[in-house]
């Protein structure tokens, strides 16, 4: 359940010795987003994401609760560390449709099943051998920007997938795809700092 003022002193309603406030109970294990108060859906409006967050890490810092001892501390301590998971998990987007994935049972497990869609594939060994032969700042230019063009159809195509097709399956090897992706810029800009050295 969610609340949707979100305001902690009601979450806390399970941790208040002697029945303290209990007019909205949220739970540890709710998901990010009935924590956040935001659809479940890949596409997120960043400023509400971060503007949930502030709302929620003012209602949960320990400090508003020095008065009800050290017990109230820890919880809120708890809803901070929650809270912040939670953000991190929201903002990202490849965080977010893998969490999304995994909530309806396609889980990603990238160190045991490497499916990738398969023209991925052909990309991935064009620029494995594009950056073996890159031998200037131009040619690892034009692969960066191939590269940050083939993560915006990736992403794009996330959005597709999850929100209106629902196919966590076909989402999960496009996620493994963009994990490539990011594994891979890193591998330019390694490269790119050997160049130019």
Known sequence: MSCAGGF???????????????????????TDFELFAVPATFAQDRAVLDNRWKELQREAHPDRFAAQGAAAQRVAMQWS???????????????????????????????????????????????????????NDAAIEKL??????GRTRALSSLDWLIDEKGDYPSAARQIRALMFIERFAHDIEVKSDTLGQ
Do not use: S
């Open 8 to 30: 902690l002193t009601t979450m806390f309603a399970p941790a208040w010795p002697r029945g303290g406030p209990a007019t909205c109970l949220m739970n540890l294990t709710d």
């Open 81 to 135: 560390v929650r809270i912040n998971e939670a953000y991190q998990r929201l903002k990202d987007p490849v965080k977010r449709a893998t969490y999304l994935c995994e909530l309806n049972g396609a889980p990603i497990n990238a160190e045991h099943n490497t499916a990738m869609p398969p023209d991925f594939l052909m990309h991935q060994i064009a620029w494995r051998e594009e950056l073996e032969e890159a031998g």
């Open 144 to 149: 960066r920007a191939e590269v940050e063009a």
